[in-house]
């Protein structure tokens, strides 16, 4: 699936944000406000890859410009059809 630069970044956030729910609701810690969006990226792709969520990437691509795209697939997959991200 191939989404846009602004599209992509747009889901990354809300990534961020129901994944923020999922890891305390997982009871896997809590992301603190001194984290940085690498290290909330990282958490996040590492807990959805062990939870089986998302299929992992090989060590060559674990980047984490690719742990983004992943994260951004992964948030578009759960969203309504009719939701404002889906759409152009």
Not at 22 to 49: H, M, P, W
Request: aromatic share 6%.
């Amino acid at each position: 699936m191939k989404l846009k630069p602004k599209q992509e970044a747009q889901l990354l956030k809300e990534a961020l944000r129901v994944g923020a729910i999922y890891v305390d609701k997982r009871g896997a810690g809590q992301f603190e406000a001194t984290d940085s969006a690498s290290k909330k990226i990282s958490l996040l792709y590492q807990l959805l890859v062990h939870d089986q969520l998302i299929t992992p990437l090989n060590n060559a691509q674990a980047t984490e410009p690719n742990m983004k795209h992943k994260l951004a697939l992964w948030i578009y997959r759960q969203l309504p059809d009719d939701h404002p991200l889906k759409t152009d």
